[in-house]
């Protein structure tokens, strides 16, 4: 079965510009999350949607961050205007679905940096 | 969720058994323990998971105590391609979120 993909795989941008990645999920995951992952850290949740509605976006920097999940199925996230500290490894992951004891599935990822 | 706490890092020899310790004191009843892993520029790999009982796939094995205060990840055979971090997480299930914590740095050494 196809894996979750994730685009681009590289992004660099200035600082104040903006931003935006894609994420197709694993087909028929109801639950899909965004990470973000600055260097020799472990992946911090930005946001989890429950098909196309958000369960959790406590840390999501909503003044610059915006995050939609089309019908459903494919996400993107926005950063709008970028900072330096942006500069981190996006993660997109997708599982079955809250309360299904199932593990999560990640993308490769999008590198970002902020210059 | 429960928080974890991991050694920072650890090395092991090829082809020995590594074991990774995870402490999770306040684990509640209907929480589990999951294990992931992120290989150096990949997301991160689902291992296994466990609530109450050992568990063992082909990958690894989990053994959690009996008061699930705290578990072990098995790799029985550590291969270079295991040197990863490994990430031990205490969630209601799969579907809530994941909180990751800094991990465990595994070197395995020929």
């Known amino acids: 079965e196809a894996g979750v993909a994730q685009s681009p795989r590289y992004k660099i941008i200035e600082k104040r510009q903006s931003v935006a990645f894609w994420c197709n999920p694993i087909?028929?995951?109801?639950?899909l999350y965004w990470y973000q992952q600055i260097l020799g850290q472990g992946p911090k949740l930005l946001i989890q949607f429950q098909n196309n509605g958000v369960v959790d976006d406590s840390q999501l920097p909503k003044d610059r961050f915006s995050a939609e999940r089309l019908k459903g199925v494919d996400s993107t996230l926005k950063i709008q205007p970028a900072k330096l500290e942006d500069s981190a490894v996006y993660l997109c992951?997708?599982?079955?679905?809250?309360?299904?004891?199932?593990?999560?599935?990640f993308g490769q990822g999008t590198r970002l940096t902020v210059v | 969720d429960a928080k974890t706490t991991q050694p920072p890092s650890m090395d092991c020899a090829e082809g020995r058994a590594a074991n990774l310790p995870c402490n999770h004191s306040?684990?509640?009843?209907?929480?589990?323990v999951y294990w992931y892993r992120q290989i150096h520029s990949q997301g991160p790999q689902y291992i296994i998971h466990g609530l109450k009982n050992n568990e063992t796939n082909e990958m690894a094995s989990l053994i959690i105590t009996e008061d699930r205060k705290s578990s072990t990840l098995i790799l029985p055979h550590a291969t270079l391609r295991d040197t990863a971090v490994y990430y031990c997480i205490v969630s209601r299930a799969a579907g809530n979120k994941l909180t990751f914590g800094g991990g465990t740095r595994v070197l395995v050494k020929p």
């Open positions: 306040t684990i509640s009843g209907n929480e589990y």
């Open positions: 992951a997708s599982s079955l679905g809250a309360g299904r004891d199932t593990e999560a599935f």
């Open positions: 087909s028929g995951h109801a639950t």
